[in-house]
T-cell receptor
Framework: DQQVKQNSPSLSVQEGRISILNCDYT??????FLWYKKYPAEGPTFLIS?????DKNEDGRFTVFLNKSAKHLSLHIVPSQPGDSAVYFC??????????FGPGTRLSVLP | KAGVTQTPRYLIKTRGQQVTLSCSPI?????VSWYQQTPGQGLQFLFE???????NKGNFPGRFSGRQFSNSRSEMNVSTLELGDSALYLC????????????FGQGTRLTVV
């Protein structure tokens, strides 16, 4: 039973356009969410986070939106660049508990 | 500041053997978590250590164990290896407080033959 779901295994976007990666969760106790990016042969690197007290957090080209009532969050990348091509993992945690990761979405940004 | 270091990077073992993986966290970080990554399964949480104590544990069999030393370095051990244990094992370190991001090492790719 996956508590964190990323229903799109892959996504292709044209360079310069917006990339939208989606994540759904089932545990209403989750109160902190993160996005990680992973290149092949490297460990995941932290991208951006959001606490449940907010519904939006922005950092440069990356914006995360949280819809608590729908138990849904999304990562927007604008504009998308070829270097953004990677696997993106959504992760969630409840107070004091470990992070639960989704299965990942492979983003390909086409030049 | 050095990042999270995992050794070895690659490992090939035979079924039935045991293996020990090592993780050195970022200096000052007290929490070390271990994850298993297999294709299509994302990162599956194994366990977390904080100040030498196991604080959280995932849903893995008892063949998977770990420990943390006083300098926060951590080791993970898998006994009686099975073919299905072939995966990328990732270690992540953090300050250990709530709502702080974790920093990952490059992982150890274990192949069981």
């Amino acid at each position: 039973d996956q508590q964190v779901k990323q229903n799109s295994p892959s996504l292709s976007v044209q360079e310069g356009r917006i990339s939208i990666l989606n994540c759904d969760y089932t545990n209403s106790m989750f109160d902190y969410f993160l996005w990680y990016k992973k290149y092949p042969a490297e460990g995941p690197t932290f991208l951006i986070s959001i606490s449940s007290i907010k519904d939006k957090n922005e950092d440069g080209r990356f914006t995360v939106f949280l819809n608590k009532s729908a138990k849904h969050l999304s990562l927007h990348i604008v504009p998308s660049q070829p270097g953004d091509s990677a696997v993106y993992f959504c992760a969630a945690s409840a107070r004091g508990q470990n992070f639960v990761f989704g299965p990942g979405t492979r983003l390909s940004v086409l030049p | 500041k050095a990042g999270v270091t995992q050794t070895p990077r690659y490992l090939i073992k035979t079924r039935g053997q045991q293996v020990t993986l090592s993780c050195s966290p970022i200096s000052g970080h007290r929490s070390v978590s271990w994850y298993q990554q297999t294709p299509g399964q994302g990162l599956q949480f194994l366990f977390e250590y904080f100040s030498e104590t196991q604080r959280n544990k995932g849903n893995f069999p008892g063949r998977f164990s770990g420990r943390q030393f006083s300098n926060s370095r951590s080791e993970m051990n898998v006994s009686t290896l099975e073919l299905g244990d072939s995966a990328l094992y990732l270690c992540a370190s953090s300050w250990g407080q709530m709502n702080t991001e974790a920093f990952f090492g490059q992982g150890t790719r274990l192949t069981v033959v």
